[in-house]
């Protein structure tokens, strides 16, 4: 298995704080966990507190193709983080 940097950029519809609770909770990490998934960075832009940036490791393509599935939407807000307009880089 082929495992990948994944780096996303975006804006945040609540606080950072709020947000890095969300991603930090022990159901979320069980979540990341299970699909081969693991947070190494994730902070609040120094030039806008509405927006972070996250990195992962995971196995190829994992995080691209969660955010080409419209269905995957509603998840992905539950945690604060705005779906349309993340920038992907991997």
Sequence with gaps: MSIETTVLDFKLSNNFEEYEAHMNAP???????EMGMKIFYI???????????VMFQD?????????KIPETKEIV??????????????
Excluded: W
């Design 77 to 90: 807000e539950a945690s604060g983080h705005i779906y349309e307009g993340t920038i992907i880089n991997g």
């Design 43 to 53: 902070r609040k832009s120094l030039e806008d507190p509405k927006r972070a940036t």
């Design 59 to 67: 196995p190829k393509n994992v995080l691209f193709d969660i955010f």
């Design 27 to 33: 159901d979320q990490q069980a979540m990341f966990k």
